[in-house]
């Protein structure tokens, strides 16, 4: 089943303002939790992460149908790089090297934000170029 466009780039929208809060604040629990949404949205899927049932339940409504679907592919894969980055931001808390911390939620934060400001999403460039670049199984 395809994506509304729209649904990754709100859950992007909304990513950039946590990660955002966690840099501002120097606290790990904004990223832990979007580590959990990230996790959702690699494992069950980008429409069933809490930001997708959050557009699905409340902002879709109140928009016109989609112009343009996605696979859901790409951008479930994005999530899964997010999550990554999540994670080791969450290392470099644990570990008092608030350097690690800061760099990789900063990662995570440039991508969600260009996803969120041009639509432009970063993990599932990523996830094309792997893609293209794997050998062929016959």
Known sequence: MELDTRGPRFGAAVTTVV?????VTGS???LAWQALCFAAGALLGVGRSPYG???RAVVRP???PPTELEPPGPPR??????LGFALLGLVGHLAGASWLAVAATGCALAAAFLNA?????LGCQLYLLLRRAAPLSG
């Open 53 to 55: 049932l959050l557009f």
């Open 28 to 30: 790990a629990a904004p």
């Open 117 to 121: 400001a041009f639509g432009y999403c």
């Open 62 to 64: 109140r928009l016109g």
């Open 19 to 23: 990660l955002a809060a966690a840099l």
């Open 77 to 82: 894969f994005a999530q899964g790089v997010g």
